[in-house]
């Protein structure tokens, strides 16, 4: 996933919860989760006697200190960052010069350099090892970030440069990329409030702080509930069908809890969990599926419903003072897809066919069921159960078989690092002199094809109770040729972690995950523009996510697979006949796949279509409405995300654009045709979608560099046929 910045509003973009799977680590004992953290996240009495955040770091790529930064040290440097920020933007706004790209792009590109340092590694700590010190910090200081940026997006003197400048703009000779930054930057003012008046200003930098604060209550509730909501046993009889490493890992989830001699499986961040598919006891798996769906719905202190209710309300208001209908019109006019309506329409084409296809998968489930006399009907806990027993009996396949095939290190290495080889010559050494937020933190640095060092990638791979659900990617540094800087990127996801001395076993779901985010990661490897604020991933939602659904189509590429998919005791390649029959099952569940993501992307597309004149809604009722009306009301296949613990929506900043998941597999699916009519897995390919795609962030108009580098408009097509919604053969 791309995540915004934890606190930052609108224009300032990163990337995160993404991926619609999830992870894992290396095979050797990894360092417990309840070992103390490192000083970057243990509390301390007062901040250094030097904040490390108030000189650039003196580390390769300037990486942030984590050894050197306390809890302590957010804080100050925060407060300082914003005001040196401030006074940098008074000082472009009140310059007597007449405007120039010259005296007031090139300042602003410049600007915010310490709050640029402190929020990327905040953003990384905050999300991935977070505390109650830092959480309560989030949500002092989100309010504050939301006032900080309508002090500059509202700023009448410095608008009147830039919109002196936008005028001027075809006159003023600019190289493409100013031209862009510039069209750009005036957007994303005008679509902040610049053109308001006073008063609507006022009314609207109300809003946004309002609602800067609630989405940060909202993500700390979250992680508190889910953490609540873990699914607690006392007999070990009731986790029958779990693998012993599934088993292991539920007794060391419970020490972490001082839960001794109790079972714990920690919550995912979606719907459906892992441990649905292994249990046997259908009782548990109602539990544990219900502990999921109910799990910020409690009336207690985590409940989310009233906070999600009248964010959405702030968000209908926020688009009526801009002139739109809904909040859905006014985010996505930048967009791929610009309109709420091309977004649905879109989606519309998919939900029939999904549907059809998971009522299908339904049928063969029930039959099962039946067949062992099992005596009721299909209901969403038992899905994941009984359809691995539908993929056994159709292909002969279960996970069991081929998780041994998939150890950790060994996908990292020989799967996700060995396709950036193959494609772009990318290599990977790793680093263990670089200091770490958290100890199962990996950092590896990035050379180019012809040795040049050019990057830092770290992974955080194990889920942790301070940890946010899900996968994403984000920067600890920007790439900018303007700003002399190299990129810093990182990955995060959520896979369980094994018991010491055990390896970390991946679902084929999870090997995805690692392709998926990596993609992200290569969209900021790349990046190589002049402009911070154009650099990598700061794309439209709509686009962002395809270069990683993109990188996905590599985890199945016979040369790459084969390369990887070993067995962790023995070393020997995954069986013919069992690559096979992963082959044979490729669009195994795709319906009920394709159901989830489309009903939770309608479900995010409704609660965004509200006017400001709607009342305030009843989470439950409006969902189950929202649902209904768009025909995806399925009671055996519930959306991946239901609307109280949607955090890609109200705090990810993904509201009106969980479609972009749905919107990027067309591109990524479509892209993948194209190379597979070019040759597939060849440097000549890798390095012409480098050079067209993922090294110019946002320096073009996303459509047009999509066609220029396809030589046409992208299809549904392909999408159709890979996601197993269409009858038809595709290349190979």
Known sequence: MLRLRTLVIATSIALAACSQQSNEQAAAPAPSSTAPAPASTAAAPQANAVNPF????????????????????????????????????????????????????IPMEKSG???????????????????????????????????????????????????????????????????????????????????????????????????????????????????????????????????DGDVAAAVEAAKARKLDGKWVIPLQNTTQQPALEGLNDRAVREELFKSSWDR????????????????????????????????????????????????????????????????????????VIDQQKGGFKVEAWDWEHYSEQVRKAKYDLDESQIKPYFELDNVLQNGVFYAANQLY????????????????????????????????????????????????MSNLVDQSKLMGTKPVIFNVANFTKPAP???????????ITMFHEFGHGLHGIFADTQYPSLSGAATARDFVEFPSQFNEHWATDPKVFANYAKNYKTGEPMPAELVEKIKKSKTFNKGYDMTELVGA?????????????????????????????AKINLSYVPPRYRSSYFQHIWGNGYAAGYYAYLWTEMLADDAFQGFVDKGGLTRENGDRFRAMILSQGNTQDLATMYKNWRGKDPSIEPMLLNRGLKEGSQKK
């Open 54 to 105: 108030l000189q650039p770091s003196t580390l390769p790529f300037q990486a942030p200190p984590f050894d050197k930064i306390t809890d302590a040290d957010y804080k100050p440097a925060f407060e300082q960052g914003m005001k040196e920020h401030l006074d940098e933007i008074n000082k472009i706004a009140d310059n007597p010069e007449a405007p120039t790209f010259e005296n007031t792009f």
């Open 113 to 243: 350099q310490l709050l640029s340092r402190v929020m990327h590694a905040f953003d990384a700590v905050s999300g991935a090892n977070t505390d109650d010190e830092l959480q309560k910090l989030q949500e002092e200081e989100a309010p504050k970030f939301a006032e900080h940026q309508d002090a500059i997006v509202m700023n009448e003197k410095l608008f009147a440069r830039i919109e002196t400048i936008y005028n001027q703009r075809d006159s003023l000779k600019l190289d493409p990329e100013s031209k862009r930054l510039v069209e750009v930057t005036y957007k994303n003012f005008v679509h902040g409030g610049a053109k308001l008046s006073a008063a609507d200003k006022a009314k609207l930098k109300d809003l946004n702080k309002e609602e800067s604060s609630l989405s940060t209550q909202f993500t700390n509730k979250l992680l508190a509930a889910t953490k609540a909501g873990a699914l607690v046993v006392d007999d070990k009889a009731k986790l029958d069908g779990l693998s």
């Open 296 to 367: 910020a719905e409690k009336g207690d202190a985590n409940d989310t419903r009233d906070l999600i209710a009248r964010i959405a309300q702030i968000r209908a208001q926020q688009a009526k003072l801009l002139g739109y209908p809904n909040y859905g019109a006014w985010k996505l006019e930048d967009q791929m897809a610009k309109t709420p309506e091309a977004a649905i329409g879109f989606m519309d084409k998919l939900a029939p066919a999904a549907t059809a296809r998971a009522a299908r998968e339904a049928k063969d489930i029930q039959d």
């Open 425 to 472: 010559g990318l290599t990977f050494k790793e680093r263990k002199d670089i200091p770490v937020w958290q100890p199962d933190v990996r950092v590896f640095e990035v050379f180019d094809k012809d040795g040049t060092s050019m990057a830092l990638f770290y992974c955080d791979y194990f889920k942790r109770d301070n940890k946010n659900g899900g996968a994403w």
């Open 501 to 511: 001395g055990q390896p970390a076993l991946l679902s084929f779901d999870d090997v």
């Open 601 to 629: 992307a309608l479900l995010d597309m409704s609660w965004h279509s509200l006017s400001a004149d709607a009342p305030k809604q009843d989470p439950d009722k409006f969902e189950m409405d929202a649902l209904t009306k």
